[in-house]
Each structure stands twice: as structure tokens, then as C-alpha cells.
T-cell receptor
Framework: TQLLEQSPQFLSIQEGENLTVYCNSS?????LQWYRQEPGEGPVLLVT?????EVKKLKRLTFQFGDARKDSSLHITAAQPGDTGLYLC??????????FGTGTRLKVLA | NAGVTQTPEFQVLKTGQSMTLQCAQD?????MSWYRQDPGMGLRLIHY???????DQGEVPNGYNVSRSTTEDFPLRLLSAAPSQTSVYFC????????????FGEGSRLTVL
């Protein structure tokens, strides 16, 4: 059983569309991170959120941490082909274990 | 900057063989960890270490051993490989556990026949 569930699992959209990816859990996390992974490479950190209700923006990407620190979302505005990749959320419960979500594979078509 | 270095990049084993996946980092990170990545399951934590001489189990530790004799190195050993261990393995490190950024290696792709 995965501690962090992501949805959707796959997403294929046209360039210019908006999308939201969700990361949900029944457990509380002291912090939550989002990574992006490209084929043949390791994941790379996009953002870390640590406060319930926190919203962070990174250009066209908006990240939100739920008030109860059990869930998070990633919203991409006007998606571009360069956004294509595997998006992974990862949570730390303060136990030195970084737990990753199931992943959302995004494909943005030109 | 080398960062996190994993070797080998690719490996094919027969069932029952043993091998060690190597991981080294040159960033003086205290925390190191091993993950396996399988389709549709994201990354699953195998073992982790918060410093030299200290290791602990993650979500899927069975069939794998680790040791941490130095800050720089964190090898992962498969004592008797099984087809279920066919996967892509990633090593990751960060300065201290918590909300620190995990830095990943390029991955080791293992096939067990």
C-alpha cells in the first residue's frame, strides 16, 4: 500500500492547456516535495513546502500544501512540451524516511 | 561536480547470483538512501542511512543489505538475486534528513533472468 497516492497516473494534453496533479495521503507529513524526472535520469527537486496551507509559485507552476499537511497539488498553467516528464511527490514524516508517491506521467503535445 | 555517482549503469544477473550496486557522493552529505523504481509504483525506499555506521530499513528491505563505513559511500548488496528484483535502482543523498533536497544518481538498471 502506497502512503502517497497521486492522480492522475497519466495525463496527455495539448500545449497551452492547464492541468492539476494531486498527491494525497491519510498521514500527516512535516514537509512535502515535488520532483520531476526525465527518461534515463534521476528525479530533480522542483519545490519543498513545509507549512499547512502554503502556496509556492515557480514560474507557471503553482504548488499547494493542504491545511492538514496530508495532501498537495501541483498546477501548471499554459503547459509547454518542455513540461513533459514524470512528476513525483515525496513526503517526510519526521522519521528520516522520504516516501515517494506513485507518480504522474505528463505528456504535453505541441 | 560529480554529485552522486552510481555504478554500474546496467547489469544483467542470473537468479541466485550476488552483486553490489555502488553509490558514492562528494557533497559531504550525512543522509543517503536507496530506492527502486518500478512502473506505476513511483520510488520505493529500500534502506537509508543518517550517517556513517548507521543504517535502517525502508519500505521494501527484503533481499537487500547495506552498510555505511564512510560518509561518502553507501553500497547496496543483493545476496541472491531474484527476478522480482529486476528494477531501476536510484541512490539519493541530502545534507540532513528532513526537508532537504534529495540529490539522485543516474540510476542502475538491473535485470535478473
Amino acid at each position: 500500500t502506497q502512503l502517497l497516492e497521486q492522480s492522475p497516473q497519466f495525463l496527455s494534453i495539448q500545449e497551452g492547456e492547464n492541468l492539476t496533479v494531486y498527491c494525497n495521503s491519510s498521514s500527516v507529513f512535516s514537509s512535502l516535495q515535488w520532483y520531476r524526472q526525465e527518461p534515463g535520469e534521476g528525479p530533480v527537486l522542483l519545490v519543498t513546502v513545509v507549512t499547512g496551507g502554503e502556496v509556492k509559485k515557480l514560474k507557471r507552476l503553482t504548488f499547494q500544501f493542504g491545511d492538514a499537511r496530508k495532501d498537495s497539488s501541483l498546477h501548471i498553467t499554459a503547459a509547454q512540451p518542455g513540461d513533459t516528464g514524470l512528476y513525483l511527490c515525496a513526503g517526510d514524516r519526521g522519521t528520516y524516511k522520504y516516501i515517494f508517491g506513485t507518480g504522474t506521467r505528463l505528456k504535453v503535445l505541441a | 561536480n560529480a554529485g552522486v555517482t552510481q555504478t554500474p549503469e546496467f547489469q544483467v544477473l542470473k537468479t541466485g547470483q550476488s552483486m553490489t550496486l555502488q553509490c558514492a557522493q562528494d557533497m559531504n552529505h550525512e543522509y543517503m538512501s536507496w530506492y527502486r523504481q518500478d512502473p506505476g509504483m513511483g520510488l520505493r525506499l529500500i534502506h537509508y542511512s543518517v550517517g556513517a555506521g548507521i543504517t535502517d530499513q525502508g519500505e521494501v528491505p527484503n533481499g537487500y543489505n547495506v552498510s555505511r563505513s564512510t560518509t561518502e559511500d553507501f553500497p547496496l548488496r543483493l545476496l541472491s538475486a531474484a527476478p522480482s528484483q529486476t528494477s531501476v535502482y536510484f541512490c539519493a543523498s541530502t545534507f540532513t534528513a528532513g526537508s532537504g533536497e534529495l540529490f539522485f544518481g543516474e540510476g542502475s538498471r538491473l535485470t535478473v533472468l
